[in-house]
């Protein structure tokens, strides 16, 4: 008897190691070498106020503002005007920033959360540069509290550091309102997020992050997830580059409207978590200086 469950064990391990190295083939020929930075033609021009095509700026250009805000937005027309007018009202009130009006980028197909955020980011003219989610979870003036954790981590190095808003400290009264399903999904999350990618942040997945300039272009030019699961990559890679972060605690309410299925979606930032980590430890991915979108 003994020497039957010591032979299942011992299959068990094997058939778990032909797995693992099968996961990892897949995970190696399939990626893609280097993240796709193309922009289409139309990609490059925003309508300003008299209807006029005007050429995009590049996050490799000299900052001229202090401040930009990205803001993803897909199907979002019931919840993107209340967090537009919070977010102007905000910034016209804060006279060192202004808002000098909203530039919209219409993407010629979709690319995911992640890939738009990424196309955002790389029009921008800000010194800082702000990610915020379209549904108006976090409240704006939070930036406040992200400004203040980015200049707590100074001195930078190259002028790098990121400052992510976090819901953490509201996992205790997020439990208390959600069913068992659905926490048992979100500890498995965090425990792969922890295990495979990322060490010491609490919550990866909060849309608030404040990045200074040189911060988002060294991590956004090597992003290659563009779906959900883009924010653990994109801490993954400045961790790798030694990035100093900041989890800042902000306020934050569920929305009605999220396009996430629970189930579904998780699987598969579940799958892109551990294809991150296996493609980048077999060297189908590799972290590489800055590089200029072609």
């Known amino acids: 008897m003994l020497s039957l469950v ?15 190295i099968l996961i990892s083939f897949v995970a190696f020929i399939t990626a893609t070498k280097m993240p796709h930075l193309h922009q289409y033609e139309e990609e490059k021009f925003f309508l ?31 919840r993107l005007p209340v967090m537009m007018d919070e977010a102007l009202g905000y910034l016209e ?8 009006k909203v530039r919209v980028i219409t993407l010629v197909k979709n690319r995911g959360k992640g890939g738009a955020v990424r ?49 953490a400290h509201l996992e205790k009264e997020s439990i208390a309102q959600r069913s068992y399903f659905r926490t048992l999904l979100m500890y498995g999350f965090h425990f792969l997020v922890w295990f495979l990618c990322v060490k010491g942040i609490r919550d990866t997945q909060c849309g608030f992050k404040l990045l200074t300039r040189e911060a988002a272009s060294r991590t956004f030019s090597s992003l290659h ?25 902000v306020n934050w309410t569920e929305i009605e409207g999220s396009k996430l ?34």
């Open 6 to 20: 010591l032979q299942l064990a011992v299959l068990g391990v094997a058939l778990a190691a032909a797995a693992l």
């Open 225 to 249: 997830i563009e779906r959900w699961a883009f924010d653990v990559e994109l801490l993954y890679i400045a961790q790798f580059f030694k990035i100093p972060i900041a989890e800042i605690a």
């Open 48 to 78: 300003n106020a008299r209807g006029q095509k005007e050429t995009l700026p590049s996050i490799w250009d000299s900052p001229t503002k202090q401040l930009s805000v990205v803001v993803p937005s897909y199907n979002e027309e019931k």
């Open 119 to 167: 196309m955002g980011i790389f029009s921008s003219r800000g010194e800082k540069i702000l990610m915020a989610d379209a549904d108006g979870a976090t409240k704006f003036p939070d930036v406040e509290k992200l400004e203040k954790g980015l200049n707590d981590l100074q001195p930078w190095p190259d002028q790098m550091a990121i400052a992510c808003g976090s819901r």
């Open 261 to 294: 299925v629970p189930f579904w979606s998780w699987l598969q930032m579940g799958k892109d978590l551990l294809f991150i980590r296996l493609r980048y430890l077999t060297g189908a991915w590799r972290l590489e200086q800055t590089r200029k979108m072609n």
């Open 93 to 100: 009130e804060r006279q060192k920033y202004g808002s000098d």
